[in-house]
């Protein structure tokens, strides 16, 4: 028991039903608390789906996976209560404001009166909404609606935020000022497990990255180590094409 | 998990509030349905309901058989007697023209003296039956008993067989009635004078063999509901049941845009947000109803159409509302489970409500579909919901009565959540 890392998932593997092949096969990876965990790999690889399973969305069909050294699938409830998901496509009522969105989703964690506005006052202030606060969703540019679809998934101080491609798609101003805020909450203590296809970034922020390809993770480690490993690679992405190749995938 | 509740009907009553299309679907459109079908299907209705023939009778008899022919044809259920024109000239020649031009179907003229002729009649056969008792009958008043009582009827020449045929056998029936009566009179005068005998004078002479007619239907009804007894329900239920396509189509919007995602991934289970939704849906599906109740009641009659009466069991009209709006609500929840895209939900919620809908007797009343068709109505929950109205209001039945139809139209809801419970269960890999 006590040598298990914060997360630690053992050889889950994952088939769609109706699909043909494994999404993640036997993949095993451990995450330390207060880590900043980077899922880096090509489209398909399994990431979405690692991450689904991670949060409790998916069940594996085979393997186990631990959260603070207890089982997830025994324990979903109470895990539930410590994370939060920031999901790859915008979950937000496009035909709601942004304060009734996040109203709405602070009640479903449960925090509810002064203490709900006031911290999404804070968080729409801190990402540059406040003044969009009563603006429908479907008024908002893609950055607009990113930044949002992250409030969400905090209001409620999760110990471990899942992020699926939090910046995709858009601008530099949006991705720094969200890049700047996870560090900021890792800073105060969360554990953030990311994917994220912008290998820059993921160099800058993770404390420890995983580069998964065909379901499986293909190597693990700091950002340093990975770069030791290949000698040869000057940056990220330089390792990630050499371990994943040139090769166009689905 | 009261919070979770109210958070999701909140979010659900603003929703449904912006989508003004969606509720201008839910609302406006029954309104102009019912307004529409009950004012196009109120004459279709009126003939069901009363089936009378039209009929000019041009009585120039002044005896018996006149009064008898216009009292017998106004107690007969089917004949609207017609004995007095506005202007006051009916004549053979006026009654002809009216019924030549469509007016009426038919005119029925009784000739001058006809009782008068009867009556000599009758006398000359008795005279005859028993020679010799009555004093002999004077050459010039003799009659001429080739020439008979000729009865004109005038039809529209687009009168139905039967509808000639029952005319004529009616008009038999009195006029041998009527002879019989001077026979028996004649008899009896007869009788006093030869015997001094009182003959006492039956009070009617109504026929021995009667018949008893009825429509045979399963409805074990004899009750024909009038236009807006009919269509105020039916339009109510067929509005209400189309509350499947937004209903529908929220669930997929919700699962599609990934909200649904998001919300399993927290504490609690996702049932309190679903029941949230569907009471708003359920709220709505009730405003619905009262609303075309009402229109039933305050509108149609601005149209000159009769009021909708409510009977006097208000609370089984609540009961049975609820009844059709859980089903339809369920009903919503299964489509929008089993459906794999907003298009197939809409598509698929519009043809299975119009099929219900058509099947339930909506369109067309199940009293006047073909014996089939009507085995088949039995299927729908529309028609079980329908039935639970016509109950209350035509026949004033309680909530205990109804009950039949309340407790179908509940098997109904739990079976569809249940199939949309398990759909998503095995089908989904949504733990
Ligand atoms: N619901 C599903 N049903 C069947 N197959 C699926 C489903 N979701 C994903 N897959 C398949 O599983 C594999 C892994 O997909 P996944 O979404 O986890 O990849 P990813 O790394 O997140 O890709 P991307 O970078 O494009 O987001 C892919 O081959 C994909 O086609
Ligand atoms: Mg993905």
Known sequence: ?250 | MILKFFASVRKEAILMLRDKAGLAILFVMPMALILIMTLLQDNTFKALEENKIEILLVNKDSGTLGKAIHKGLTEADFFQITDKLEDDTLTEKSAYKKVASGAYQMAIVIPEGATDYIQQVVTHKINTQLPGLQEPVEEDTKIDLTKGVNVKIFFDPVTKNSFKQSVHSALKEFTSKIEAEMAFNIYGKLFKDMFEIEVQQPESFSSIITFTEEYATNLNSKIIPNSVQHNVPAWTLFAMFFIVIPLAGNIIKERESGNVLRLKTMPGSYTAVLLGKLSIYLIICIIQAALMIAIGVYILPLFGLPSLMLGTNLFALFIIVLAAALAATGFGVAIGSIATSHDQASIFGAVSTVILAALGGIWVPVFIMPEVMQQISILSPLNWALNGFYDIFLRDSGTLDIMPYVIKLMIFCIVSIGVSYFYNKFNRSIS
């Open chain 1, 1 to 250: 028991m006590s040598n298990r890392s914060y997360i630690e998932v053992e050889n889950i593997s994952k088939i769609y039903p109706g699909a043909d092949i494994f999404a993640v096969k036997d993949l095993s990876l451990s995450i330390d608390k207060g880590e900043i965990y980077g899922l880096l790999g090509p489209n398909g690889a399994g990431k979405t789906t690692t991450i689904s399973i991670l949060c409790s969305l998916l069940a594996q069909t085979t393997g186990n996976v631990y959260i603070d050294s207890t089982d997830l699938y025994a324990n979903v409830n109470k895990i539930r209560k410590i994370i939060g998901v920031v999901p790859q496509d915008i979950a937000l009522y496009p035909k709601l404001t942004a304060k009734e969105n996040l109203m709405f989703f602070g009640n479903m964690y449960g925090i509810k009166g002064s203490l709900l506005k006031n911290k999404i006052h804070y968080y729409l202030e801190y990402f540059g909404l406040i003044n969009k606060i009563n603006k429908r969703i479907d008024t908002f540019s893609g950055g607009m609606k990113r930044r949002v679809n992250l409030i969400a998934s905090i209001l409620h101080k999760p110990e471990i935020l899942f992020l699926d491609e939090p910046t995709v798609g858009i601008d530099v101003q949006s991705r720094n000022v969200i890049i700047e805020f996870l560090h900021e909450l890792n800073k105060k203590g969360t554990t953030i497990v990311y994917t994220s296809h912008h290998m820059e970034e993921a160099q800058n922020l993770c404390s420890k990255i995983g580069i998964i390809d065909k379901g499986d993770i293909i190597a693990e480690g700091s950002p340093d180590q990975l770069l030791k490993k290949n000698c040869n690679c000057k940056n990220l992405e330089d390792v990630f094409l050499h371990l994943t190749g040139r090769q166009l995938r689905d």
